[in-house]
């Protein structure tokens, strides 16, 4: 009788979580690109699929491992950038707001 063989399981994910200071990226993307500026604030998905299949693999995991993102969340001023929270929120984020605490402008990520 010969030993029967398990299939081959697929290799367990890299588990990840993305954290996003929106006004700290979006910001100054748009004083360089304005229209790039423009589809990070409204095409999230398209640059978080980029992100997770362009990625490298740290050394540990096999190889042909995937990255999964856990954890989605994206701080943002409700105040400046509201515009932009229903494109996060249907990319699968958390969205924490963070208005101003500083006649600056400041917001607590910032502090």
């Known amino acids: 009788m010969c030993p029967r063989r398990r299939p081959a399981l697929p290799p367990f994910p890299m588990k990840s979580a993305l954290f996003v200071d929106f006004d700290n990226v979006y910001t100054p993307l748009r004083a360089l690109q304005p229209a790039a500026a423009e589809r990070f604030a409204r095409q999230p998905t398209e640059w978080i699929r980029w992100l997770v299949e362009s990625l490298g693999?740290?050394?540990?995991?096999?190889?042909?491992?995937?990255?999964?993102?856990?954890?989605?969340?994206?701080?943002?001023?409700?105040?400046?950038?509201?515009?932009?929270?229903?494109?996060?929120?249907?990319?699968?984020?958390?969205?924490?707001?963070?208005?101003?605490?500083?006649?600056?402008?400041?917001?607590?990520?910032?502090?």
């Open 57 to 111: 693999i740290p050394e540990g995991h096999e190889p042909t491992a995937r990255r999964r993102l856990l954890v989605r969340r994206c701080y943002l001023n409700p105040n400046w950038y509201q515009t932009y929270r229903h494109a996060f929120l249907r990319a699968g984020f958390e969205i924490v707001d963070c208005p101003p605490v500083t006649s600056q402008g400041k917001t607590s990520t910032d502090i």
